[in-house]
């Protein structure tokens, strides 16, 4: 217990400086990859395999304007999570802008022993959504979880978001149709792409009917184990879309 | 004191630094060697292997390969590890018809991760079942000893892929296997934070939060289909035997369960008795009556795990409905079958030996319900399955936490029943601070589908945690506690003390929350009496010394993902028994609004990592003629992280804050202390203006010692301050800045010491040491 003045002398400084070179320079480097060196790796199943058990089922607005163009699956090298970035081929708030597709992600995490999901994730307009109806939903019905996709501008949402109580997505969602009803009267910034507007009621822009099956669009060579896919999205896509984060925690 | 010992302590610190040093050079950072030379006692040579488990943590693994058919799997006790002396004694004794195959479970020695007492460990034994699996023993027989027996229970029951299950001592550390005191005392030590860094450092064991995992608290479900023997002691202290008795009482001829005199627990009881039981156990096991499998080990090189070949006979096709992808199967298949031929049709491979392997290949996946059938049994074979499903999860035993709760935890229903699935969600429903025990019984429908009953037991539930703090300056020394209580409706408690050993003052914050909307609702009152040693976190505190009472209801709206807005209201009382004359206090009463603005984020992870955490705090006593004071506060915080590298950070923070000139003294910034300016007395500076940085770096060990050694959880923190507080009268002046360097050592966030300097030109008093042990340190 210390409970008076400490003398510090040149000795104690010696010893303490000695004690921390010891503990950083002694010892194997950490982040050494252990997988490279196991002789025996569990579980290891086939990645287009498992991206395509997990592969959502997207659920679109009827009059929605623009397809699905590209899923690609990224595997967590660390972690049991599949990013399906998901390209549209434009986005009808930013149409024109130079990049040609619109850039969406959807995240599964899975158990990889009994290899079903474990809970799903969407990230809208820069904030992630997880619903537990979506996950329930995703379990009944073969491990694929159902989100929806907002009209024009894709945003994902997980089936059961209606149940989510913050301003984000509730109170944009609405803000967002005033702005669907009325776009093509604002200035478009390229004349090559006619503006598109939503005509229906509020309701009708919350009705998704239209299923795409994200599995469709998933090929072998679409599914890559990467931390940071940026490189091999471009080498698939070249430099036509907005990179967006790449994992629900960044 | 003997001679010997006079000796010792006359020893230079110069002899003995770098002994030490060579001794942690040698010992702590040695490399494992790849293979150890055949013992001159006989015991086979040992190769070292590294394993995967499924979630990916690398366990290290020892195999004494004498090129025997069958082998045997030895799980360790906790906090013990492969280099105990049964494994020698296994090694020596045993090697003459098995191999010996061991390894250490997650957290434990060598091996990665950190342990869960017997939770996630399964995983481990599965890799290790599926690695010995395909190396093509003929049998594989599991013993464990004390945890590593519980484990390997409770694989036996969820992923099966096991012949034969020796359990020595199953010991589960909870109340209902443990005795009163025994079972208390590991649940102390094992669950709290105050037993990580004891057993850290003596044990090399590293233990996870167990938040995350829980405890095997129904060992009732022994397997029926594996024989089993249980050897246990007459007066374990570490097992009721009781209850090791009520088990046994519901069981067959599957399991054997033999009682020996004494006291011995775990592997203390492996000596030449057991191992006589042992193989008589081992002697009178029945062989598979079909598909019994037959080594090709001596086939079987190169590297494992990859299907060598499959032989064209082998064509199997899946009918019904799996519940995993057929490629997933078949390519499983492939594996197993490339290592073994099966006995009685060894060309062909007889239906029913294909329909065994798929079974352990269903069962190796927790799927263990999955019946199989041969509906064609010509090449090639067509094998039907059937996977029940849960139809109906319910619930009893709750009284006071809602079903929606339940159901939000476990996450479990819809789909296929699956034994590790169901595992997991009653671990993490245990897990949870407002549940004792949960209890699961599975009922089969007549059409085959699975109805789960979990029978919860409640407990008050409550966290408690202690720590200290010694500073040598001003001669404080205190303890702090911590208290957190959940009410079953989610209504959370947090209460804060540091009481002062010495002078018995104390300074107590007390907080009740809840979550509304997905927003936070909280009432918070802070009491203290004559503090000392004063811990302004928001630096907007009365530096009253003697009483204050009061509350604030403040509620916490979430803009988006990371802005919230607090808004809130605040009473107190300020009374004066004893004014001295550096720490005036203005009796009266006051009340006000707050308003606080939290922004964070971080930059795209394509620039240098860099989190941030901005605050904006108004506020403003006495609207409506409230209280008898009237001030106005602003303050303003500004925090940043910036990832240096993957283990080292650099923290930076600025704080700023101005009141009105009519605020009456309590009321007025303090400056100096702990968590302000460290190098100075709390109070050095007070005044309604101040402004004060900080720069830390954090250098942790982990980038140059491994995850397992006892030294990676250390971090050196290097951090220097500069503030200043003064009133409004004057005018800041960047002469007026008191500043501090110091560097503190910390241990697993739980050990801190630290020494600081107060530097520049207007320094005063000496070097400060400090010393703190607890999660928190006030």
């Known amino acids: 217990m210390f409970c008076s003045a400490v003398p510090m002398r040149r000795g104690v400084h010696a010893i303490v400086a000695l004690f921390a070179c010891a503990t950083i320079s002694c010892g194997r480097p950490a982040g050494e990859s252990f997988s490279a060196r196991a002789d025996y790796i569990d579980g290891a199943a086939d990645r287009h395999t498992l991206a395509l058990r997990f592969a ?59 290899l079903k999901i474990t809970d799903a994730l969407t990230l809208w307009h820069r904030t992630v959504l997880r619903t537990e109806s979506c996950l329930m939903d995703a379990k009944a019905s073969g491990q694929r979880p159902n989100i929806d996709i907002q009209w024009g501008q894709h945003g994902p949402l997980p089936s059961g978001w209606r149940s989510l109580l913050t301003a984000r997505p509730r109170l944009e969602l609405a803000m967002h149709y005033r702005v669907a009803r009325y776009i093509n009267r604002l200035p478009r910034a390229s004349a090559k792409k006619p503006a598109v507007s939503f005509s229906g009621s509020y309701d009708d822009y919350l009705t998704f009917t239209e299923k795409v099956d994200a599995a469709d669009y998933i090929h072998a060579e679409d599914v890559v184990t990467a931390e940071h896919s940026l490189e091999f999205l471009r080498s698939r896509l070249g430099m036509t879309f907005l990179p967006k984060k790449e994992w629900p925690d960044w | 004191m003997c001679p010997r010992s006079v000796k010792v302590m006359s020893i230079k610190i110069s002899t003995i630094l770098p002994t030490f040093l060579a001794f942690l050079c040698a010992g702590e950072f040695a490399i494992p060697a790849a293979a150890h030379a055949m013992s001159a006692d006989g015991a086979p040579a040992a190769r070292d292997l590294v394993l995967q488990t499924a979630d990916g943590i690398a366990i290290d693994a020892r195999l004494y390969d004498a090129n025997n058919d069958d082998v045997i799997v030895y799980c360790h006790r906790l906090l013990s590890g492969t280099e105990g002396g049964e494994v020698d004694f296994l090694a020596r004794t045993l090697t003459d018809r098995y191999d010996i195959l061991t390894f250490n479970f997650r957290g434990h020695k060598s091996s990665f991760g950190t342990t869960t007492v017997g939770g996630d460990e399964i995983l481990d034994l599965r890799a290790v079942l599926s690695f010995a699996g395909l190396r093509g023993y003929r049998r594989i027989i599991v013993l464990g000893a004390g945890m590593g027996g519980t484990v390997g229970w409770r694989t036996a029951e969820i992923f099966g892929n096991m012949d034969a299950l020796i359990v020595i001592s199953p010991s589960g550390f909870s109340p209902e296997t443990a005795p009163f005191i025994i079972g208390l005392a590991s649940n102390k030590m094992l669950t709290t934070p105050l037993g990580r860094v004891p057993l850290r450092i003596i044990t090399k064991t590293r233990l996870g939060l167990m938040s995350s995992a829980g405890f095997p608290l129904d060992l009732a479900g022994l397997p029926e289909r594996i024989p089993t023997l249980v050897i246990q002691s007459e007066k374990d202290r570490f097992v009721d035997i009781r209850r090791i008795r009520i088990i046994f009482e519901g069981l067959g001829e599957s399991g054997t369960l033999a009682i020996v005199p004494g006291r011995k627990h775990a592997e203390d009881l492996i000596d030449r008795d057991t191992l006589a039981r042992i193989r008589a156990f081992l002697d009178g096991l029945p062989p598979r009556e079909e598909g019994m499998r037959v080594s090709r080990r001596g086939d079987a090189a190169g590297p494992i795990g990859s299907p060598r070949y499959m032989s064209d006979t082998l064509r199997v096709a899946l009918a019904g409905d799996s519940p995993l992808p057929e490629s997933v199967i078949l390519d499983e298949l492939g594996k197993r079958m490339s290592v073994r031929i099966l006995a009685g049709d060894s060309a062909a491979y007889s239906p029913q030996a294909v329909v065994l392997e798929l079974r352990d290949i269903f069962s190796i996946h927790g799927y263990t319900r999955t019946s199989l059938a041969v509906v064609d049994s010509l090449p090639p074979f067509t094998v039907k399955t059937s996977t029940p499903r849960i139809r109906t999860v319910s619930i009893t035993g709750n009284r006071r936490l809602p079903d929606e709760y339940i159901r939000s935890v476990v996450l479990i229903g819809g789909d296929y029943y699956n034994a590790y699935e169901l595992d997991r969600a009653i671990r993490r429903l245990s897990s949870q601070p407002a549940i004792q025990s949960v209890k699961s019984h599975v009922t089969a429908r007549d059409d085959g589908d699975m109805d789960i009953l979990l029978t919860v037991t409640e407990r008050r539930p409550y966290g408690f945690l202690l720590s200290t703090k010694f500073t040598d300056i001003d001669d404080f020394a205190g303890i702090g506690f911590t208290w957190n209580e959940v009410n079953p409706t989610a209504l959370r408690y947090e209460g804060r003390a540091l009481i002062g050993v010495s002078e018995h003052d104390f300074l107590t914050f007390h907080t009740l929350a809840k979550d509304l909307f997905q927003n936070t609702l909280c009432l918070s009152a802070t009491l203290f009496d004559n503090i000392s040693s004063r811990d302004d976190l928001d630096y907007i505190f009365s530096r009253q010394e003697v009483h204050e009472i009061g509350g604030e209801l403040a509620a916490r709206y979430r803009l988006f993902s990371r802005t919230s807005v607090t808004l809130g209201a605040f009473g107190k009382k300020s009374e004066s028994s004893e004014v001295s004359l550096d720490m005036p206090v203005t009796e009266g009463s006051s009340g006000g609004v707050r308003c606080m603005i939290d922004l964070s984020g971080s930059l795209p992870r394509r620039f240098p990592r860099f989190a941030w955490r901005h605050t904006f705090y108004y506020e403003k006593s006495g609207p409506f003629k409230f209280g008898d004071f009237f001030f106005d506060t602003y303050q303003l915080n500004l925090s940043g992280e910036l990832k240096l590298s993957r283990n080292h950070t650099s923290l930076t923070t600025i704080h700023g804050g101005r009141q009105s000139s009519s605020a009456p003294p309590q009321y007025e910034f303090s400056l100096g202390g702990m968590t302000t300016l460290p190098g100075y007395p709390d109070d050095s500076f007070i005044g309604n203006r101040f402004a004060l940085a900080s720069q830390a770096l954090c250098l942790s060990a982990r980038s140059v010692a491994s995850e397992t050694s006892v030294w990676s959880p250390l971090r050196l923190i290097l951090y220097g301050h500069a503030g200043t507080a003064w009133e409004a009268a004057q005018s800041f002046s960047l002469d007026n800045l008191r500043m501090d360097a110091g560097f503190e050592f910390e241990y697993m966030e739980i050990l801190r010491a630290g020494c600081v300097w107060p530097v520049g030109n207007l320094r005063e008093g000496s070097p400060r040491v400090y010393i703190g042990w607890g999660v928190h340190v006030l």
Do not use: N
């Open chain 1, 56 to 114: 959502p089922i997207l659920s679109m607005h009827s009059s929605e304007p623009y397809h699905v163009v590209a899923v690609i699956g990224v595997f967590h090298p660390l972690k049991p999570l599949i990013a399906y970035h998901i390209f549209f081929e434009d986005d009808a708030f930013l149409a024109g802008r130079g990049k040609a597709f619109d850039h969406e992600l959807v995240w599964a995490e899975y158990d990889p022993v009994t």
